[in-house]
């Protein structure tokens, strides 16, 4: 039973919205249920990374059941959790229970109110004067005041720096490269281009991290529906095939103890190439991860675009990400221009290109195939997407 | 108004991590050992996860090791946290893939450098001996 992406649908994309998580999730479902002309009876299953979480509210305010409550939603399976394979975890999942028979057309979902309400892991662990505890893996990491995912990476990037000479300047293409594109994007909440001053000058919050290095919280809820092909065949929009995915994790589930710069987005890349016919050179768009640029580089070396340790040469100067580049990466934006919009935004991207529908920063040429990658750290899972 | 103290985030002790947090209060910095292989086991977890015995003691490491990589935090991310400190990932002697998250103390900022060889000192707060690392 093949799987398809058969509509997409976003919210506004903001800093500050005044509209709840579960308001949101509703626009950006209505929305992507007209794309695939879809009714609210014929969908049977949700999926959502990472549900509710309560001790994280702007991180996710909303569970598959307040959306399922919302809409009258009757379904016959649904999913939501935070241990996966990252953001795309939502994602495979649903696909898995296509697959399984368990349901015809999911709605996935990811929804964050982080630019009201502040990061997550910065906002429950960050020190205080008033005195925490903690347990479980952070307790390794937290008392040494490594408290945001800024420090974390920051180790990461500098191991790889060490290694393989990997400089400031080439990391900052991917920062350029996003702004660039995101100038295109009506809804990017960045649209002024940077210049590699502006980078170098900008504030440093974790050597080598500084501040263009670093995504933006938004409030947004941006949906996926997968359907079985067969359920998806006289939908009105072009169906996307999901070719593969990599959901592997073979090192160290942990930020700390991996042999540093791998990630567990390597044994994802691995797992998507070793089943498809398909190769990193027949890709024509990727969506790679950029909650931090570091991350990024790590993608284009777990998804095979280029050698272990060769990513910084990879993108330097900037030309083989642009638009008109071997690899067009995150012509959307990214992260880092158009808002945190969690893993979700890199799939709606991939799948606007692959209708050919983006518009002002739509790749040349005929877009067929799409890489996606998304996590960081222990957390990595991936997706090859094709028109046929 | 005054200035805010800053207090580190420390570990909630349990049975399973107690032996790892006091022991500088002996100047021994103890990890998990197999006693049937003789593997590091860090984190601390039920079964050495390369012969699975269930034989495990905390056992006193050399304290030496050196930076495998650090990072020089410049951003305060909370009222009276001072900046800039050095978190940094030291690899211990005694066992490629041994590694602890740490401090890097006694020492500029800007001489820190991957691959220093490195001392664990400790750092009382409460009842938790931190294990920070200097200069060997
Ligand atoms: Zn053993």
């Known amino acids: 039973m093949d799987v398809v992406i058969s509509g997409i649908g976003q919210s506004a994309v903001g800093r500050r919205l005044e509209r709840s998580g579960l308001g949101l999730t509703v626009d950006a479902t209505l929305e992507a249920l007209a794309d695939a002309g879809l009714e609210v009876p014929d969908i049977d299953g949700i999926a959502t990374y990472p549900g509710f979480r309560p001790d994280m509210p702007a991180f996710s305010p909303v569970s598959s059941l307040d959306l399922k409550e919302a809409l009258g939603f009757r379904l016959d ?9 990252a953001q795309l975890g939502a994602l495979i ?37 008033e005195r925490t505890r903690v347990s479980g893996e952070f307790q390794w990491i937290l008392p040494f005041n490594a408290i945001s995912a800024t420090n974390w990476l920051s180790l990461y990037a500098q191991r790889h720096f060490h290694l393989y000479g990997t400089t400031r300047e080439q990391m900052a293409q991917i920062s ?49 529906i997968l359907s079985s092909a067969d359920a998806a065949r006289d939908l009105k929009s072009t169906p996307v095939h999901i070719d593969s995915v990599g959901s592997a994790i073979h090192g160290k589930a942990s930020w700390d103890q991996a042999d540093m710069p791998s990630m567990a987005a390597f044994d994802a890349g691995r797992m998507l190439w070793s089943r498809t016919d398909w190769k990193p050179a027949d890709v024509d768009v990727a969506l790679l991860y950029d909650g931090f640029t570091f991350l990024t580089l790590t993608w284009l070396e777990a998804m095979g675009f280029c050698g272990v340790g060769e990513s910084g040469a990879f993108v330097d100067g900037g030309a083989r990400i642009a638009r008109d580049g071997v690899l067009p990466l995150n012509p959307h934006g990214g992260q880092l221009a158009a808002g945190r919009t969690h893993g979700f935004g890199f799939v709606h991207e991939a799948v606007t290109q692959l209708r050919g529908l983006g518009g002002d920063r739509q790749v040349a040429g005929d877009v067929k195939l799409a890489a996606v990658g998304a996590g960081g750290g222990p957390i990595g899972g991936a997706l090859l997407l094709a028109r046929r | 108004m005054t200035t805010p103290t800053y207090q580190r985030t420390l570990p909630l002790l349990d049975d399973s991590n107690r032996f790892f947090w006091t022991s500088g209060a002996e100047g021994e910095l103890r990890l998990m050992r197999c006693q049937e292989c003789g593997h590091w086991l860090h984190p601390p977890g039920p079964l050495c996860p390369v012969c699975r015995s269930e034989r495990l003691a905390a056992e006193a490491v050399s304290g030496l090791g050196s930076i495998e990589t650090y990072t020089l935090n410049m951003r305060s991310w909370g009222p009276g946290l001072e900046v800039p400190y050095v978190v940094a990932i030291v690899h211990l002697d005694e066992q490629p893939g041994l590694r602890l998250t740490t401090n890097i103390v006694g020492i500029p900022a800007s001489d820190v450098r991957i691959g220093m060889r490195v001392r664990v000192t400790f750092e009382r707060d409460e009842d938790v001996w931190l294990p920070l690392f200097t200069p060997a």
Request: positive net charge; charged residues 20%.
């Open chain 1, 77 to 85: 399976w649904y999913s939501g959790g935070l241990e996966g394979p």
């Open chain 1, 93 to 129: 999942n649903a696909y898995a229970a296509i697959k399984a028979g368990l349901a015809r057309h999911v709605v996935c979902f990811r929804t964050v109110k982080e630019g009201t309400g502040g990061a997550a892991w910065k906002q429950s662990s960050l020190p205080s004067t």
């Open chain 1, 176 to 224: 350029l490269n996003a702004r660039r594109n995101g100038a295109l994007n009506p809804k990017a909440l960045y649209r002024e281009a940077i210049t590699l001053d502006d980078y170098l000058s900008s504030r440093m919050i974790s050597t080598p991290l500084c501040l263009f290095d670093c995504d933006t919280p938004s409030d947004a809820s941006t949906v996926i």
